[in-house]
């Protein structure tokens, strides 16, 4: 009767083999089933289909068995199909000489919960892009103020100077002539740092002449301003690829090299991409002094969580991998269908 009236849990036995003998109304409530439904059959109607295809509850029976408890969160599904996240322990039951009898589970519906933490990281990535916003802006402003700005003051005095020669009449040409060279050189060098500045925000040749020359460009600013080896592996070919695409690629490789900058302390990064017969591969590497990857997923790692929606919103996959002293890696594979041009 107490087992019955708990509707927050679904609570039922299970036999050796992973057949239902017994059902509460919590159960009924979660899954959908009612007793006379569900008694006898077996409990992987309960798994997706892709679980079912690794034989994930004959697994889970079998940890049961060898560790007599086990614990899990992920998706199941009700009698209507529809799925719900679950919290679901699976615990053996033994008779008194330690023979198995069969297993209690109890499983719990947390998917408000899921989605509340959804929501949470939602506003948190949202707030993070707000001040990632603002701060490249600053960014944007110190290098306009610093460099641009004061090269524009620098080349107005030249301009005043060569103004004095020439209304001097003076006919010192080599004098005029260095004016002007030192003139010529400075419009050079504002030129190199308005383009700068414009690659920053999305380089022309993304655009003109494809991913394969950004991210080429791209790692040739990273080699220049921070002394890094970055080498470039391209066994993809030329790509065709969605605007979408490309610049979502772009900005994966600029947001890791990113990351190396700030945090890696390393002295070389990898970046190499391939295809197989249904997806563009991309694998960054570099030789830094890694971390933990729970550490990475906390909520302040924001350029990996910026990362993993890049991703996701072009239907791919992204994994990472380190440990300290080890380095980081990211896997990234994207779908042929969704990413190329042509398919668009």
Do not use: C
Request: aromatic share 6%; charged share 25%.
């Amino acid at each position: 009767m107490l087992v019955d009236a708990v509707q927050d849990y679904a609570i039922f036995m299970l036999d050796r083999l992973g057949h239902v003998v017994s059902w509460n109304r919590g159960a009924q409530s979660i899954k959908g089933y009612t007793a006379g439904e569900i008694v006898g059959q077996h409990f992987s109607v309960f798994y997706t289909p892709e679980d079912i295809a690794i034989r994930k509850p004959e697994t889970e029976l079998a940890l049961a068995e060898a560790e007599d408890r086990i614990e899990d969160e992920g998706w199941r599904v009700r009698q209507d199909g529809s799925q719900f996240w679950a919290n679901v322990t699976i615990t053996a039951i033994r008779a008194p000489d330690g023979a198995l009898q069969g297993f209690a589970k109890v499983t719990r519906d947390m998917t408000d919960r899921l989605r509340l933490i959804d929501l949470q990281h939602t506003r948190a990535l949202s707030a993070h892009v707000q001040s990632a916003r603002e701060e490249e802006r600053a960014r944007i402003a110190r290098e306009l103020h610093d460099d641009l700005g004061q090269q524009l003051i620098a080349l107005k005095m030249d301009v005043a100077m060569l103004d004095r020669v020439l209304s001097h009449g003076t006919d010192d040409s080599r004098l005029s002539k260095s004016r002007t060279h030192l003139v010529q050189d400075k419009i050079d060098s504002i030129i190199a740092a308005t383009r700068r500045l414009a690659g920053g925000l999305r380089p022309s040749m993304l655009d003109d002449l494809g991913l394969e020359a950004a991210i080429e460009w791209l790692a040739g600013e990273f080699r220049g301003r921070y002394q890094l080896v970055v080498s470039v592996n391209n066994l993809a070919g030329s790509l065709d690829l969605s605007a979408t695409a490309a610049t979502a690629v772009f900005r994966l490789v600029q947001e890791a090299l990113n990351n190396v900058t700030r945090h890696a302390q390393a002295t070389w990064v990898r970046i190499e991409m391939r295809l197989t017969h249904d997806h563009l591969q991309l694998d960054i590497e570099d030789n830094g002094k890694g971390t933990t990857i729970d550490r990475n997923r906390s909520k302040d790692s924001f350029g990996l969580l910026g990362m993993q929606e890049r991703v996701h919103e072009l239907q791919g996959r992204i994994a990472f991998e380190s440990a300290p002293s080890d380095g980081f890696r990211i896997h990234v594979e994207l779908p042929l269908d969704v990413v190329n041009r042509m398919t668009q």
